[in-house]
């Protein structure tokens, strides 16, 4: 059974500062991984999405890598704003097509 | 593109009453949806894989006749929770596949159901 883990739990960092968040998951037989947003009482808004055959996509100042043979994700926040403060998930999709979410990384980004 | 549409975002019933949730793709067709359920602070849960035309998988421990799924479109599968008692109360949230090699999945902006 796939396992997902986001560290951090939780991210509280200036406004300005870079964040890095991490995703780690025990399969590495993945199809793609998927970061999404998720503002409170809201759902998810995609982020980035990156094929197994990638190494990582950037979008703006969001960037994500994806190393499958030891099971890492890394989702790179440059310049943080405010508004960035969300909770950010990352996914796993296998060969099927359920994913598997970690808990979550909830980041505050102090003004 | 690749928009999904969920109706209702909160929802307060009274104990033993049904309540029916609506996930539509807007501009594309889904012929697989998921639904899954969130609790406070924790990360999703899939409860099941809803295909259009047939029934749905359910996810071990969920219950098929609580929580009935239908799909009879490309466009639309609804949830209908059953005789809700409180403890059926959380976040509600149905995803789509987009076929998009590039998107993935959607997600809609989930329901918040309160049983009282």
């Known amino acids: 059974k796939q396992e997902v883990t986001q560290i951090p739990a939780a991210l509280s960092v200036p406004e300005g500062e870079n964040l890095v968040l991490n995703c780690s998951f025990t399969d590495s037989a993945i199809y793609n991984l998927q970061w999404f947003r998720q503002d409170p009482g809201k759902g998810l808004t995609s982020l980035l999405l990156i094929q197994s055959s990638q190494r990582e996509q950037t979008s703006g100042r969001l960037n994500a890598s994806l190393d499958k043979s030891s099971g890492r994700s890394t989702l790179y926040i440059a310049a943080s704003q405010p508004g960035d403060s969300a909770t950010y998930l990352c996914a796993v999709r296998p060969s099927d097509y359920k994913l598997s979410f970690g808990a979550g990384t909830t980041v505050t980004v102090r003004a | 593109g690749a928009v999904v549409s969920q109706h209702p975002s909160r929802v307060i019933c009274k104990s033993g009453t049904s309540v029916k949730i609506e996930c539509r793709s807007l501009?594309?067709?889904?012929?697989?949806m998921f639904w899954y359920r969130q609790f406070p602070k924790q990360s999703l849960m899939l409860m099941a894989t809803s295909n259009e035309g047939s029934k749905a998988t359910y996810e071990q421990g969920v219950e098929k006749d609580k929580f009935l799924i239908n799909h009879a479109s490309l466009t639309l599968s609804t949830l209908t929770v059953t005789s809700a008692h409180p403890e059926d109360s959380s976040f509600y949230i149905c995803?789509?596949?987009?076929?998009?090699?590039?998107?993935?999945?959607?997600f809609g902006s989930g329901t918040r159901l309160t049983v009282v």
């Open positions: 501009d594309f067709q889904a012929t697989t």
């Open positions: 995803s789509a596949l987009t076929g998009q090699a590039n998107y993935g999945y959607t």
